[in-house]
């Protein structure tokens, strides 16, 4: 066929057609053909500590889970809610010197630390957010952008919380087995959970609020409410992984505000894919991981860094998961025009 | 004057920096009739409905809904009341199946509170109830087109969705902003007993048009702006009696004319 008379077309597969309804609860095939994927992110997640060679590298799993846990929550944020988050390191930073005050000045275990960092960090960034909730794109993204540096500098310059040394002399996981399936499973359960949530009729509700606000004011709800559950949401998720953080490194500082927890999250979920929740766990995947490979390189990591970026923006930009995504369920053939 | 209006605006004012697009525009709503405000582009009309519905705050004057003072309310606190309406441009959320846009709605706190439409869900799926809207408001049941993404549906149904989402919120007022504006003859001619519906089931209707035609069929009274102040207040004979209406709206042209081509 003379190449410049056809064109591609992309036809479904027939079994992810089939497996559309609910019939595919009734054939072994289409059901393992719908569970395949799902088995296979809970299965590679859950035997990656295994596949590590050494405690080096597994403690590179743990940072990859909580890298995961802020590009979840921006992936979240900027496409079912419609609000750019650039405060990554500022939910981590609230979660890590909740998680360390707790467990330095009142003595609470990390089994409670954990949880009260996540809800009492969330809380607490909402309640710093809620005046900006009803800007936009932009100008919620700068806002955000400033609240981690703003925090750095009041600790530094008021010498709280031990000043720039940061708080010492926490307590870790008991072992690092424990360390790697807390934060795994806890990456597991937002991706599914998150993916429910986003289907359930709150979910629609976020995803109107960012389409057309207007409409969502004259059906009568009130969208700073809901602005202000989803960034309770995502914040806590940021939160969450702080506290995990400070456990791990046993130590919490100024550091915990730094911009990569900002900036990475948003590399991987250009990676992953926007808009797909798994994507930006797959993207995290590879990019933590890249970089620790590149550290060899001194400074010049960063190069490298941002040509594997910048290939990704160019060659392929609807990120890793669409194009999985695209190849299982659909085939493609030439037709002639 | 009306005993016991519905809503009742006194004295409306709106400047916009220089601009006077408002004067004190005064007028009530009787429950359950239909009240019409015409008037050229630009004469405040849509104003108006931002002004009563919260969507802007008005410079001066008050606005009020069964006796309540609702000036400068919240628009989802004025919606919540029962006070609706729909947009002049149409606003759906394009992304989504048509019967999804009433989910919306449907989740509100008044759909849940009225316990209308099956409790807005709690009595019944949301996806359920919203088909059973939108098959009131003239999409068909068994056909795709509820489930057809809101982009590819043309304006007939989209203005048809602007209405079935204050129908969701069991209203007490539907603002309607231009719902005739941009439909086909056969298209405006399906709306009007629609619209004669609603009146038969009690709820209050204010209709901005165009299309004098159609609604001088419905409408119960007639309101004339002009430059942003009240010209004329009357039934539809009257209005189309005035001079002064004449003038402001159909230019130099004779009415019957306009009537005709309109």
């Given at each position: 066929m003379d190449i410049a008379q056809a064109r591609k077309e992309r036809i479904d597969r027939g079994i992810k057609v089939r497996s559309d309804g609910l019939y595919a609860l009734m054939s072994l095939k289409e059901l393992s053909y719908l569970t395949l994927p799902r088995f296979l992110l809970i299965a590679g997640m859950l035997s990656l500590p295994f596949l590590m060679p050494g405690m080096y590298w597994q403690r590179v799993i743990s940072i990859v889970c909580i890298y995961s846990l802020l590009a979840l929550s921006f992936d979240f944020?900027?496409?079912?809610?419609?609000?750019?988050?650039?405060?990554?390191?500022?939910?981590?930073?609230?979660?890590?010197?909740?998680?360390?005050?707790?467990?330095?000045?009142?003595?609470?275990?990390?089994?409670?630390?954990?949880?009260l960092a996540t809800i009492i960090g969330g809380a607490l960034s909402t309640f710093l957010l809620l005046p900006c909730l009803p800007l936009k794109g932009v100008y919620f993204a700068i806002v955000t952008l400033m609240y981690p540096l703003f925090m750095a500098r009041i600790i530094e310059a008021f010498d709280i919380f031990g000043g720039t040394d940061g708080i010492i002399g926490i307590d870790s996981f008991s072992n690092h087995w424990v360390e790697q399936y807390v934060v795994i499973g806890v990456v597991l359960g937002f991706v599914f959970g998150l993916r429910r949530l986003v289907n359930m009729d709150i979910g629609l509700i976020f995803t109107a609020i960012m389409d057309n606000d207007q409409a969502v004011k004259a059906s009568g709800i009130n969208i700073t409410l809901y602005r202000a559950l989803a960034v309770f949401i995502a914040s806590s998720m940021g939160c969450l992984g702080g506290a995990c953080i400070t456990h791990i490194y046993m130590w919490s500082g100024i550091s915990q505000f730094a911009l990569d927890f900002s900036i990475l999250p948003i590399a991987a979920t250009v990676i992953g894919g926007a808009g797909t929740l798994v994507g930006p766990v797959l993207g995290c995947l590879i990019l933590v991981p890249v970089s620790e490979l590149l550290r060899d390189f001194g400074t010049l990591r960063i190069v490298f860094y941002a040509v594997i970026l910048v290939a990704f923006i160019l060659f392929k930009s609807e990120g890793i998961m669409e194009f999985v995504q695209r190849k299982y369920e659909q085939f493609e053939r030439w037709t002639k025009i | 004057?009306?005993?016991?209006?519905?809503?009742?605006?006194?004295?409306?004012?709106?400047?916009?920096?220089?601009?006077?697009?408002?004067?004190?525009?005064?007028?009530?709503?009787?429950?359950?009739?239909?009240?019409?405000?015409?008037?050229?582009?630009?004469?405040?009309?849509?104003?108006?409905?931002?002004?009563?519905?919260?969507?802007?705050?008005?410079?001066?004057?008050?606005?009020?809904?069964?006796?309540?003072?609702?000036?400068?309310?919240?628009?989802?606190?004025?919606?919540?009341?029962?006070?609706?309406?729909?947009?002049?441009?149409?606003?759906?959320?394009?992304?989504?199946?048509?019967?999804?846009?009433?989910?919306?709605?449907?989740?509100?706190?008044?759909?849940?509170?009225?316990?209308?439409?099956?409790?807005?869900?709690?009595?019944?799926?949301?996806?359920?109830?919203?088909?059973?809207?939108?098959?009131?408001?003239?999409?068909?049941?068994?056909?795709?087109?509820?489930?057809?993404?809101?982009?590819?549906?043309?304006?007939?149904?989209?203005?048809?969705?602007?209405?079935?989402?204050?129908?969701?919120?069991?209203?007490?007022?539907?603002?309607c902003d231009e719902v005739f504006s941009g439909l086909s003859m056969s298209e405006i001619a399906s709306m009007v007993p629609l619209i004669e519906r609603l009146q038969m089931d009690g709820i209050t209707i204010v209709m901005i048009e165009h299309r004098l035609r159609e609604l001088f069929r419905v409408a119960n009274r007639i309101m004339v702006m002009n430059f942003g102040e009240k010209l004329i207040e009357g039934s539809p004979d009257e209005v189309m009696a005035d001079a002064g209406v004449k003038e402001a709206y159909f230019g130099s042209e004779e009415v019957e004319e306009v009537m005709t081509y309109a």
């Open positions: 944020l900027a496409h079912y809610v419609g609000l750019v988050c650039l405060g990554g390191a500022f939910f981590i930073g609230m979660g890590g010197y909740i998680a360390g005050i707790l467990n330095t000045y009142f003595g609470l275990p990390p089994v409670l630390t954990i949880p | 004057m009306i005993e016991d209006p519905i809503l009742k605006v006194v004295g409306l004012t709106k400047k916009f920096g220089g601009v006077t697009a408002l004067s004190d525009v005064s007028f009530e709503v009787g429950e359950g009739e239909i009240l019409g405000i015409i008037g050229p582009n630009g004469s405040g009309k849509t104003t108006i409905v931002n002004n009563i519905t919260g969507f802007i705050k008005p410079s001066s004057g008050m606005i009020f809904f069964k006796g309540k003072n609702i000036t400068g309310q919240k628009p989802h606190k004025i919606a919540d009341m029962g006070v609706t309406r729909t947009f002049q441009v149409m606003r759906p959320y394009y992304s989504l199946p048509a019967y999804k846009n009433l989910v919306i709605p449907l989740f509100s706190p008044r759909a849940r509170r009225t316990g209308g439409w099956r409790g807005g869900g709690r009595l019944g799926d949301r996806h359920t109830v919203s088909i059973d809207i939108l098959e009131e408001i003239g999409f068909e049941r068994d056909s795709y087109i509820p489930f057809k993404t809101t982009s590819t549906l043309p304006t007939g149904y989209l203005k048809r969705l602007e209405l079935a989402r204050c129908l969701s919120l069991k209203p007490e007022i539907i603002i």
